[in-house]
């Protein structure tokens, strides 16, 4: 079947880095997004992968490689504010938008 | 500029009935997508529309429907309501029909009874 995975928790530590990863199986896959929602707020936009690398915005950073079908989240200097759930999403494969289950990243002070 | 708005944000429903939800995308967006989000979940794909035109469909039942309007706003009904449909509906707009960069609405909150 179709389906994007990630772990379901991950901890760090405050002005720390931390690693997202996310395996994906689909079909027609285009591209790798991020997105970021916070508890009871709706899901903003993180960065897009499109091609295989790294792209970098901000304290985050996304990569891609095709072959290995699996991108990353990268957050720096984490924040408490960083506390969040964190989605990739295969922005469209074949006629369907897939969503991971999403990463719960809790920080420690 | 607005964002995506959708209405209302909270609604309850009894079993058996019918509820209609409503999005206006960001002005110049032509892409509407709607979602299914249940606490701890990802969000799941219900439909997207491009140009009025529909352009994907998620595993839903034929009790979910949706449409597009010239003015690129959408609507997404639900018939014959069941409780398992009790969740928070997203909608996203994008500028072109592959949806890289979505922009969500803050949900509506749907609770069936």
């Known amino acids: 079947g179709q389906s994007l995975e990630q772990p379901s928790e991950v901890t760090a530590v405050e002005g720390a880095i931390v690693q997202i990863n996310c395996t994906y199986q689909t079909s027609g896959f285009y591209g790798l997004s991020w997105y970021q929602q916070h508890d009871g707020g709706a899901p903003t936009f993180l960065s897009y992968?499109?091609?295989?690398g790294l792209e970098e915005t901000g304290r985050f950073s996304s990569f891609l490689s095709r072959s290995d079908s699996y991108g990353y989240l990268l957050l720096q200097e984490l924040q408490m504010k960083d506390s969040a759930s964190y989605f990739c999403?295969?922005?469209?494969?074949?006629?369907?938008?897939?969503f991971g289950k999403g990463t719960r990243l809790h920080i420690l002070p | 500029d607005a964002g995506v708005t959708q209405s209302p944000t909270h609604l309850i429903k009894t079993r058996g009935q019918q509820v209609t939800l409503r999005c206006s995308p960001i002005?110049?967006?032509?892409?509407v997508s709607w979602y299914q989000q249940v606490l701890g979940q990802g969000p799941q794909f219900i439909f997207q529309?491009?140009?009025?035109?529909?352009?994907g469909r998620g595993n839903f039942p034929d009790r979910f429907s949706a449409r597009q309007f010239p003015n690129y706003s959408s609507e997404l009904n639900v018939n014959a309501l069941l409780l398992g449909d009790s969740a928070l509906y997203l909608c996203?707009?994008?500028?072109?029909?592959?949806?890289?960069?979505?922009?969500f609405g803050q949900g509506t909150r749907l609770t069936v009874v």
């Open positions: 002005s110049g967006h032509k892409s």
């Open positions: 996203a707009s994008s500028l072109g029909d592959r949806v890289s960069e979505a922009f």
């Open positions: 529309y491009y140009e009025k035109e529909e352009r």
């Open positions: 992968n499109g091609l295989d």
């Open positions: 999403a295969d922005s469209w494969s074949g006629d369907k938008i897939i």
